[in-house]
């Protein structure tokens, strides 16, 4: 798969001349073409700029005065592996070339040059940077060997959601995504990357709960050689590598009290440091956090910080719970089915009626993670051409209490408990459930509450 020339993603670019006319005009080649362009004069200003930030060019002049342009080759990829070295020079010579080559420039590039030339070399980078991250999308997609994930929705509040985070994916506002584990969190934190300018570079993601305090700070904000046991090399951290691109925080209610003062600075100034390292560094990703707590509970039992809440509440998206968009039930199972039927060579032409009824008023507490995994088993235990009751888990279709008929010696709440149940089975969503029932939403919420539905 090629990269659309008509689309090439701009660089941050590091230039690196004595010579203030080159450094004028070939910032304005580059900024001209989109990039965005730090200039420097020296191999120490190189340095130090690399080691704030992560740059996916670095133009650098063969000769700095009495310095050699070459020996920053091998240093600044060591301080960013990614980072396109190309030697411009007016003293080009085969050695000379093959020598740069040889530390790992990417390009060689000599005096006098034109825009054109120049304008081809980003652009060689450009479609580099964008392969590598086709690259990295279609690994992470087969590592999860997952059903493709689509927001397609048939639920008016889902809609609601999804064109509130369309509105918001192009803007640099931070994010927080609310709802019930297993909703999609991730995934419409990935959705809105896609749908941002940020879209060609990296989308990561770190789990908050998974790690202790002292790792998880060295994962987010990388740490030096020697900071701690077993910290045998520099490592950038999860936020040098989102550069230019998307950082999620998953499960942010768990963020330790320790670290959450650098993530405010963070998304207050877009600075920070390693661990072990005093260099102050620039942060140029966007952040987004997900959570299935209450923040506004943690803030009031302080162990979670009222100013980084309110930094990350800048754009508050909630996810409704399965149960919630029941419309949604019935698509989302039939696309799991033909993707675990394909996966798994079963020719399963789809579910029974009475699936189908057991899948529409069970009331998933997983949500749609658990729905994946039911399908998925029922799909394994089927050898017939429809999935049945028997092939889901029990707990979806428990044991039948008998059908109480009117007149029969049963309380009137067990009569309208049963009559609640049927018709949220049967209506296309909430609205026309309350509305067959001649209740508002809010009665039949109190309602479905009380009767656990």
């Given at each position: 798969?090629g ?6 993603p ?20 580059l ?42 080759i ?47 070399v ?43 985070a ?12 609310s ?5 999609g ?18 989308f ?18 990388g740490?030096?050689?020697g ?20 950082l999620?925080l998953?499960?942010?209610s ?12 963070v ?8 661990v ?43 996810i409704?719970?399965l ?6 039930i ?15 060579h ?5 579910l ?11 009331d ?58 049927r018709?949220?089975a ?20 109190r ?7």
């Amino acid at each position: 798969m090629g990269v659309s020339e008509n689309f090439m993603p701009s660089l941050t670019v590091l230039l690196v001349d004595d010579e203030p006319n080159i450094r004028k005009v070939l910032g304005i080649s580059l900024e001209a073409e989109g990039h965005h362009v730090t200039a420097v004069s020296n191999v120490k200003d190189a340095l130090g700029e690399a080691r704030r930030r992560c740059f996916d060019l670095a133009l650098v002049d063969l000769r700095l005065g009495t310095e050699s342009g070459m020996e920053l080759i091998t240093a600044l990829r060591a301080l960013c592996s990614w980072t396109r070295i190309v030697i411009i020079t007016a003293y080009a010579s085969i050695d000379t070339a093959v020598e740069a080559m040889r530390r790992g420039a990417f390009d060689y590039l000599p005096k006098p040059f034109t825009h054109e030339q120049v304008a081809l070399v980003a652009r060689k980078v450009a479609e580099v940077r964008a392969l590598e991250q086709q690259v990295k999308t279609l690994q992470e997609t087969l590592s999860e060997v997952s059903p493709e994930v689509d927001l397609a929705t048939r639920s008016p509040v889902m809609q609601r959601t999804l064109e509130l985070a369309r509105k918001v994916a192009d803007s640099e506002a931070t994010i927080l995504i609310s709802g019930e584990s297993g909703t999609g969190k991730t995934v419409l934190a990935r959705a809105i990357h896609s749908w941002s300018s940020r879209a060609g570079k990296p989308f990561c993601v770190v789990s908050c709960p998974s790690l202790s305090a002292e790792l998880l700070e060295s994962e987010l904000f990388g740490h030096a050689k020697g900071a701690f046991t077993g910290a045998v090399r520099d490592y950038p951290g999860r936020i040098a590598a989102g550069q230019g691109g998307t950082l999620l925080l998953d499960e942010i209610s768990d963020l330790p009290l320790s670290i959450q003062p650098k993530l405010l600075r963070v998304l207050q100034d877009k600075t920070y440091e390693r661990v072990g390292d005093l260099e102050t560094r620039k942060a140029d990703v966007r952040i987004m956090a997900a959570t299935n707590a209450d923040i506004e509970a943690a803030v009031k039992d302080k162990t979670f910080r009222e100013d980084l809440f309110y930094r990350l509440n800048v754009v508050d998206i909630v996810i409704p719970p399965l149960r919630e968009r029941r419309e949604d039930i019935l698509p989302v199972a039939e696309r799991m089915l033909a993707f675990f039927a394909r996966q798994n060579h079963r020719r399963i032409l789809g579910l029974t009626e009475e699936a189908v009824r057991v899948l529409q008023t069970y009331d998933w507490p997983g949500n749609v993670r658990e729905l994946h995994n039911a399908i998925e088993r029922a799909v394994l235990l089927c050898n017939e051409e429809r999935i049945g009751v028997e092939h889901l888990p029990v707990r979806l279709a428990p044991t039948k209490e008998p059908v109480p008929n009117i007149g029969d010696l049963v309380s009137l709440e067990k009569i309208e408990e049963m009559h609640i149940r049927r018709v949220l089975a049967a209506a296309r969503s909430l609205e026309e459930a309350a509305e067959v029932l001649g209740m508002d939403s809010v009665t039949l919420w109190r309602r479905r509450k009380k009767y656990g539905i």
